[in-house]
Structure formats: C-alpha cells, structure tokens
C-alpha cells in the first residue's frame, strides 16, 4: 500500500514539476535528488552502527593469542 501511495506521489510531483517554471522546477528537482542522497546515506551509516556493534571486534591480544595457538598446533 505504501508503494502505491509513493508512486501516485511522485507522478503528481512529476507532473507539477513539468509545469511549473524551469528554473524553480529545477531548484524543487535538485533539492528532492539531494535531500534523497543524504536520507539514504543517514540510512546507511545507521545500519553500519548497528551491524558494527552487533558483530565483536577482537583486539590486538586476541589476535597474538590466537596466531599464536595456530603457531603451536601447526608444530605438533
């Protein structure tokens, strides 16, 4: 349902854009692609945020330990 109300939308924004004066049709058009760009690039560090701090990171020590114990099995 959202789809479609996004779609109707947008056709009548296409629609007023076509006639309306070029220049403020052109100021509305780069104001909606840019305001998009940016909403989709907050969206997107969100989603590193939560994905980062969701998956652990392993700090030096655990990675010596680590490479180390492979280090001793691998001359056993």
């Known amino acids: 349902m959202y789809l479609l109300l996004s779609i109707f939308l947008c056709t009548i924004l296409g629609i007023s854009l076509f006639f309306i004066p070029p220049y403020i049709g ?3 058009s ?3 692609v840019i305001g998009s760009l940016f909403r989709a690039l907050y969206i997107l560090n969100d989603i590193h945020k939560r994905i980062s701090d969701a998956l652990p990171r392993k ?4 990675k010596s330990y680590e490479k180390h114990v492979e280090k001793k099995e691998s001359e056993v």
């Not at 700090?59 to 655990?62: A, D, F, M, S, Y």
């Open 59 to 62: 700090n030096l020590l655990e």
């Open 30 to 32: 780069f104001g909606i």
């Open 26 to 28: 052109i100021i509305l």
